[in-house]
């Protein structure tokens, strides 16, 4: 539901290499993914989603070269 504004969330997010992100309520990942490649592998990203079926989706996509590790969560946020 958030991709339409990707790139405005980043934009006020300012990431920066090593930061943690906390993404709740992930589904598929795409923000996760994306987080994960602008704090690159000195940070960390934690990703959490109710749907187990979203996290398993999100989580067989691979790592960006040179993005953070991922550690996905099935909870209710």
């Known amino acids: ?6 790139v405005l969330l980043f934009e006020a997010a300012a990431l920066e290499l090593g930061e943690a ?3 709740l309520g992930c589904g598929r990942g795409v923000t996760t993914h994306e987080a994960a490649r602008r704090v ?6 934690v990703a959490v989603d109710v749907a187990a079926n979203l996290i398993e989706t999100a989580r067989a996509v691979p790592l960006s070269p040179g993005a953070a590790p991922i550690e996905w969560i099935v909870d209710d946020a």
């Open 21 to 23: 992100v906390l993404d």
């Open 40 to 45: 690159g592998s000195g940070g960390r990203v």
């Open 1 to 6: 539901m958030i991709e339409p504004v990707l």
